[in-house]
DNA sequence: TCTGGGGTCCTAGGACCC
DNA sequence: TCTGGGGTCCTAGGACCC
């Protein structure tokens, strides 16, 4: 065992983040189930509320089955990314206002290194204890009663999962030494890149848990699963991990993509929606201030199955139409008769210093010919198609999306309870209020209009 | 039950160059 | 006529993570 007993590493983990931001903005949801995700046919659960786990709604499950299972008065929202990003800068600033190297892993999720903490706590008795409560107790009070669960070990591997043993609102510590007694009983999915395909080929060898793992010799490991995982997998069931905590990381590619809600055959079709894919990720890509050389397509068929086709340009571009031209070549070269389910586009090979095909003029490059007819925006309102998630899909008919703020000019603000057929119901409260009274309206009511999330950026613990 | 959207990293094969 | 070796870049696909 070779973790370094002088590392001290906390993982922090918001508990039913988006579910419980819900739950703060909105009263009349607290104690009652509410699910995150996509509400449209294929759209999937991005987080449950401990109320609605009890029925068995999970992270990643479709969001029929999530319907199927959970009762009635279960609240089924489609998320305000802002509203999340909005809290998620309170607490990774507090976090940075503790120590200096804070990795943020996701919306919800942090690593610290506390050896690198103005006041590192030490392995003392009770000492990350009551670091982390007192962490725990500003983030509550920060951002109106939020709660995470957080571990702290010697590494980050240990860390994490430490944070996952007392959900919600825990604070697990394992000392230097007693690493591989928390770790080896474990299932092997515990171990940092297991996922269900490396855990059933190691099923067929007879290792269940980590102990099982770290009984097999790294030759073995590395002949079964090629040099980097098998080596990875040999230190890690031995809890040798010392991967550090890397405060910025810079990007490698961005890309969007969206599922239709029914299979798309129609070529013009698919060029429309590849050109909104290409004006989002050329947006990305300007106000990042990257180029990026190299376009990807990707496809999923009727089938599940997976295509990606990608070419890389001989300069580096920021331009959206140009993205777009090489990715319509792409999906030239792609049989789409079977019906498409999904349709992305992305790039990568990013830098931060423009060299446009300008600068290359006299190289040969026929692919640049603006030679394909222009079919983008044409047969946009079929009706059978659409995004299947996330808020297009949840916009619907009405323009209007479940969760949504919004505010009244007469009744003030308040978030959109459902709509359909013209129609929208919006109930009117918000996080300093008690639960208040739904009403309807039509769905194009100029009285009503989108309002801002409450705003909790302060950080003092009330929206201003 | 029927599978989102945003990413990262790894592998393998082929082209190409020296 | 038979046949090198290494390094780098590119493409496609897959596993995994949140």
Do not use: N
């Not at 370094?4 to 419980?20: G, T």
């Not at 290194?113 to 009551?130: Q, R």
């Not at 990305?284 to 190299?294: D, I």
């Amino acid at each position: 065992m070779s973790s370094d007993p002088r590392r001290c590493v906390m993982h922090l983990d918001l508990d039913a983040f988006f579910a419980a931001v819900e739950q703060r903005d909105k009263p009349s949801l607290r104690g009652r189930p509410v699910v995150v995700g996509g509400l449209g046919g294929r759209g999937v659960v991005s987080t449950a509320s401990y109320e609605a786990r009890v029925f068995g709604a999970r992270s990643a499950m479709p969001m029929v089955e999530a319907r199927r299972r959970c009762p009635a008065g279960t609240a089924f929202l489609s998320g305000r990314f802002e509203a999340y990003r909005a809290t998620s800068r309170v607490v990774m600033d507090i976090l940075r206002s503790r120590s200096p190297l804070v990795e943020q892993v996701s919306v919800d999720e942090a690593y610290v290194d506390l050896s690198a903490a103005a006041d590192p706590p030490g392995w003392g008795e009770g000492a990350p204890e009551a670091w982390c409560a007192d962490l725990l107790g500003e983030i509550r009070e920060r951002t109106g009663g939020l709660t995470a669960s957080v571990g702290v070990a010697t590494s980050k591997m240990l860390a994490k999962l430490a944070s996952e043993m007392d959900k919600p609102a825990g604070v697990t510590v394992v000392r230097p030494g007693q690493e591989l007694d928390v770790l080896h009983p474990l299932d092997v999915r515990a171990v940092a890149g297991v996922g269900p395909a490396t855990a059933a080929r190691l099923r067929t060898f007879g290792v269940e848990t980590v102990g099982d793992l770290a009984r097999v010799s790294q030759a073995d490991l590395v002949a079964i699963f090629g040099t980097a995982q098998g080596t990875s997998l040999h230190r890690l069931a031995r809890a040798d991990d010392d991967r550090p905590v890397v405060a910025e990381r810079e990007a490698k590619s961005i890309s969007s993509e969206e599922t239709f809600a029914t299979d798309v055959t129609d070529r013009a079709a698919l060029e429309s929606e590849l050109t909104r894919l290409a004006e989002g990720v050329g947006g990305r890509l300007r106000s990042a201030s990257l180029f990026a050389r190299t376009i990807t397509v990707k496809v999923r068929h009727h089938d599940f199955s997976t295509q990606t086709r990608s070419s890389t340009l001989p300069f580096a571009t920021g331009d959206h139409a140009v993205v777009l031209r090489e990715g319509r070549h792409l999906l030239a070269g792609v049989d789409v008769s079977q019906g498409i389910r999904l349709l992305g586009l992305g790039v990568s090979g990013l830098t931060a210093h423009a060299q446009e095909e300008l600068e290359l003029e006299g190289t040969a490059y026929p692919e640049l010919a603006p030679d394909l007819p222009d079919v983008g925006g044409a047969d946009a309102e079929d009706g059978d198609r659409g995004p299947a998630g996330g808020l297009g899909a949840a916009l619907g008919e009405t323009g209007w999306s479940t969760g949504q703020d919004v505010v009244h000019e007469v009744h003030g603000p308040g978030w959109v309870w459902g709509s359909g057929r013209g129609r929208v119901t919006v109930r009117f409260e918000g996080p300093g209020t008690p639960p208040g009274p739904v009403r309807t309206f039509a769905a194009d009511d100029p009285a009503l209009t989108a309002g801002p999330p409450p705003d909790w950026s302060a950080g003092s613990g009330a929206p201003s």
